[in-house]
């Protein structure tokens, strides 16, 4: 190609070679290949995803048979909340062997962290069923234990930067200085707080948010201002099944917990650098058949520490005579048990599944009227013997009081709201029906007439559960949502009065068959007991210690107890395996 080239000073024009543009465009198109290269591995690189994370192995630590509440950890040491009747903390090395308790001055204590230099102990401690606890330090290998502050609450942690103490009070979360002083709220919540905490580089907190009936919970996150709340998991599950994790400590993963059929271990790779936009990916760690809970990481981000629990439970009796406890209709794994009138046959729930049977009170003709798509709690049969009412719940949904009859059949709902229902009681006519409800929930006792299906309020029962309707009729009997007083309803005088008092949680009032006696048991004190009162006294009487009976327990219903045809105590003992386990990871 050419072009003119005017001579400016003599006006003729030559003509010249143009200059060539190909060293230009030759550079331009190296840049742009170049680009297209870099740009083509970044989306390479954000496309690719390593490998999924696995547990390689497992490997049980702790064979005491003692139930576990969790534990935390050092690197070489584990801190473990044991419970019975009351909870204390043990130790053990992370390589396995036997335990050896951490002395404290109190009754009840649960390992909540551990300081960031392994020197403190981060523990709470409460006293009988008190919704809210005290916060201590106590230095390790020992001494004295230190109260930080005067707070009170649940769910504490320390940051990982050691500096603040991150709490939960009733539905608001907490941030404080790290020895408890100049706490200040974060946030105000809808419903219940767990779980609470911060993330390795210190800009974000994440929670679990439970529903008051316990039917659901999800995991959220707000920056560590309080600023930008969100679900972490939103829409995964219908409803939200996600609760109680914990970050790596390099805070490349996330680990949680989800509730199907069994408590389920799950990792939530964390988006790094350029790609915090990409949606975190989910992966499954454990499967079952065990149940891990109340998981913590090791300091080197390798191991995950676990309470691994498959339940099992034993019907005993109390024998008065030897004071022992020994197994009643073959010791089968099963509890909450209620006979008919003429004491001829029995309802019960089956451990660990859940689910209704009812038989002869030989335990021949045995017929399971449920199954285990639903878990049963607390069936009583009607006075005539043809049908029973039960509580019943999936997961993600209120429990609902059903009726079913005693040859089996589909269920029907009681009543069509979906408000909560527990603890059915049938008037001794048979013609009524009352029931409870979560006190969170402030719904009190309720009575429906079958016939009509007309529902009523019991005067004056709003924070109330867990109706007993006596056999006359007269009465009702109901607790406190504390769970330290049984109260007692005169339908004669159509009011309220204390009957019992206890220190301790007071749990499963049943009238005996002439409903001259209540019985009730007690826990979270310093001496569980099963009792009765005489109707017309206030002083209760000792029928059976329960300090050495550890109790099954399974949501909804914790440490049952009832009455046989003659009167003995009924429990069920636990036999499950609960146990720490650790679980090797490769994370990716």
């Not at 009351?86 to 992370?94: P, R």
């Not at 219940?192 to 580089?201: K, V």
């Not at 996600?242 to 271990?265: H, M």
């Not at 309720?446 to 299906?453: D, G, M, N, S």
């Amino acid at each position: 190609m050419k072009r003119l080239k005017r001579d400016t000073t003599s006006g003729s024009r030559e003509v010249v070679a143009s200059a060539s543009p190909h060293g230009f465009s030759r550079s331009w198109l190296a840049a742009g290949a170049l680009l297209i290269v870099v740009c083509a591995g970044i989306a390479f690189w954000a496309m690719a995803s390593p490998g999924p994370p696995r547990v390689t192995s497992t490997t049980q630590l702790t064979r005491d048979g003692i139930p576990k509440f969790g534990a935390v950890t050092d690197g070489s040491r584990l801190f473990i909340t044991e419970r019975t009747s009351n909870s204390w903390v043990v130790q053990a090395s992370t390589s396995g062997g036997e335990t050896s308790p951490i002395p404290t001055s109190f009754t009840n204590v649960v390992a909540a962290d551990i300081s960031t230099d392994h020197t403190q102990l981060l523990i709470s401690t409460f006293f009988g069923t008190d919704p809210e606890a005290q916060f201590w330090s106590l230095p390790l290998p020992s001494g004295a234990p230190r109260r930080l502050g005067s707070l009170l609450g649940h769910y504490p942690s320390w940051s990982p930067n050691g500096r603040h103490l991150l709490f939960a009070r009733g539905s608001d979360l907490f941030v404080a200085n790290a020895d408890g002083s100049e706490p200040r709220k974060l946030i105000t919540v809808q419903q219940s707080l767990a779980c609470i905490r911060e993330s390795p580089d210190g800009k974000r907190i994440r929670f679990t948010i439970t529903a008051p009936d316990q039917t659901s919970a999800a995991i959220w996150e707000i920056r560590s201002d309080g600023t930008g709340l969100h679900p972490v998991l939103p829409g995964w599950h219908n409803p939200p099944q996600e609760f109680c994790g914990n970050w790596t400590p390099d805070g490349r993963y996330y680990l949680f917990r989800v509730v199907g059929s069994q408590f389920d271990i799950w990792a939530l790779r964390e988006p790094a650098g350029l790609f915090r936009w990409r949606v975190p990916q989910r992966f499954q760690l454990t499967s079952g058949p065990m149940s891990f809970l109340a998981e913590t990481v090791s300091p080197d981000g390798k191991k995950i520490f676990a309470d691994g629990t498959q339940g099992r439970g034993e019907l005993v009796r109390y024998d008065s005579k030897s004071r022992q406890f020994v197994p009643y209709l073959s010791g089968i794994s099963a509890g909450e048990l209620d006979y008919t009138r003429d004491g001829k046959w029995v309802t019960y729930i089956v451990y660990p599944e859940g689910t209704l049977w009812r038989s002869r009170a030989d335990g021949s003709e045995r017929l399971q009227l449920t199954d285990a798509s639903a878990i049963a709690a607390l069936p009583r049969w009607s006075p005539d013997g043809s049908q029973l009412t039960y509580a019943s719940t999936r997961r993600g949904s209120p429990l609902k009081v059903l009726v079913v009859s005693s040859q089996g059949g589909s269920p029907q709902e009681l009543l069509p709201s979906d408000q909560g229902e527990i603890d059915p009681s049938w008037s001794p006519d048979g013609k009524k029906v009352a029931f409870g409800a979560n006190p969170d929930v402030h719904l009190g006792i309720r009575i429906v007439e079958l016939a009509t299906h007309q529902v009523t309020t019991v005067p004056g029962s709003e924070d109330f559960f867990s109706p007993r309707w006596s056999p006359d009729a007269r009465y009702i009997v109901a607790l406190t949502a504390d769970s330290k007083k049984i109260m007692l309803f005169d339908f004669t005088k159509r009011q309220w009065s204390v009957w019992i008092d206890e220190p301790g949680a007071i749990g499963f009032p049943n009238w005996s068959g002439d409903g001259k006696f209540l019985y009730y048991d007690t826990n979270f004190d310093q001496h569980s007991t099963f009792r009765r009162v005489r109707v017309g006294e206030t002083r209760s009487e000792l029928v059976a210690d329960l300090q050495s009976l550890r109790r099954y327990s399974a949501w909804p219903v914790f440490g049952w107890s009832g009455l046989a045809p003659d009167g003995s105590a009924l429990f069920t003992r636990d036999l499950s395996s609960d146990e720490i386990y650790a679980l090797d990871l490769d994370l990716p």
